[in-house]
């Protein structure tokens, strides 16, 4: 969870963002970071891979050993669960 975190830290950063953007950021990095990890281990799994590690959803369905279409309907309903834990962090 910890390269996780950094991954996701690294994207929310802006070149030449102040230090209270740098910090807001760093803040949301963290909250997204508790809310990926309140979240079931499929889904933290596939919205890992498709977003941290950049992977497209056939690559993502070899990873994870699952058919195209479950793969993009668990990163759906995995997307949806990481609203729902955001709305609950904030």
């Known amino acids: 969870m910890d390269r996780s975190s950094h991954a996701l830290s690294g994207l929310l950063v802006v070149p030449g963002s102040s230090p209270s953007q740098h910090a807001v950021r760093r803040e949301n990095a963290v909250l997204l970071a508790d809310a990926l990890d309140a979240l ?51």
């Not at 891979?49 to 497209?56: D, F, I, P, Q, S």
């Open 40 to 90: 079931p281990t499929d889904y933290r799994e596939v919205l890992i891979l498709r977003h941290v590690e950049g992977l497209g959803f056939a690559d993502v369905a070899a990873r994870m050993e699952r058919t195209l279409d479950s793969v993009k309907n668990l990163w759906t309903r995995a997307l949806v669960g990481l609203r729902r834990s955001m709305r609950e962090l904030l």
